[in-house]
């Protein structure tokens, strides 16, 4: 497709479980974010990869988390033993700006619930 | 450090009502300031953006300046309509890659 692709759109969750979040950015975008929006919130920066590799990983919460980006295209966020306060809506971006100053390109969010 | 503060929703309005959204902001360096739109049960999109003082963006007959002195960013339309209804988020970035949002306002249209 032409936007970013974010699956599951929804996943319901135990206490303790992992999970896995996967983004499809646009292609040719070497820029890929993941934000975290909980609600009445805007989106909380998470990590930056430039190409394959995280640039930025200083808005992960704790090591439960962690994401990849191994061929510098898909991305996958990583949730170890999750817990309540994990409940939210996971964003992805891609942008082709090489400075990164202009427009952001958000798939629809990926909604984690953790009962 | 850096942040974005948006009037709190949500904001219900008449169709062909003014609107304006507030928007200030707090930065270090020279910040370009975006407004990005989430309507239902779509991704955030941006509706216009302005990257330096003075600069006006506009979009869709929506409108911002960048007010350097004031620190804001106001989204304005003259005339909403029922199709504007959505969540409005105001964001900046300064020189790096990490963006910034509001805590975002959510609009309803009336007919």
């Known amino acids: 497709g032409a936007g970013v692709s974010q699956t599951p759109s929804n996943k319901v969750t135990e206490k303790g479980k992992y999970v896995e979040l996967r983004c499809d950015p646009i292609?040719?975008?070497?820029?890929l974010y993941w934000y975290r929006q909980s609600l009445g919130q805007g989106p909380e920066f998470l990590i930056y990869?430039?190409?394959?590799?995280?640039?930025?990983d200083s808005g992960l919460p704790n090591d439960r988390f962690f994401a990849v980006r191994p061929e510098g295209s898909v991305s996958t966020l990583k949730i170890q033993r999750t817990e309540r306060g994990d409940s939210a809506v996971y964003l992805c971006?891609?942008?082709?700006?090489?400075?990164?100053?202009?427009?952001?390109?958000f798939g629809e969010g990926s909604r984690l619930t953790v009962l | 450090g850096n942040s974005v503060t948006q009037m709190e929703g949500p904001v219900t309005l008449s169709e062909e009502a003014f609107l304006t959204i507030n928007c200030t902001y707090t930065?270090?360096?020279?910040?370009?300031l975006f407004w990005y739109v989430q309507y239902p049960g779509e991704g955030l999109q941006l509706l216009l953006k302005?990257?330096?003082?003075?600069d006006k963006g506009s979009n869709k007959g929506f409108e911002a300046t960048y007010r350097k002195e004031t620190t804001s960013f106001h989204l304005e339309k003259g005339s909403v309509q029922v199709s504007d209804s959505a969540v409005y988020f105001c964001?900046?970035?300064?020189?790096?890659?990490?963006?910034?949002f509001g805590t975002g306002t959510r609009l309803k249209v009336l007919a």
């Open positions: 971006a891609s942008s082709s700006d090489s400075k990164n100053t202009g427009e952001l390109f």
């Open positions: 292609s040719g975008h070497t820029a």
């Open positions: 990869f430039q190409g394959t590799g995280a640039a930025d």
């Open positions: 930065a270090t360096g020279y910040p370009s």
């Open positions: 302005a990257t330096k003082a003075d």
């Open positions: 964001a900046l970035i300064t020189g790096t890659y990490k963006y910034i």
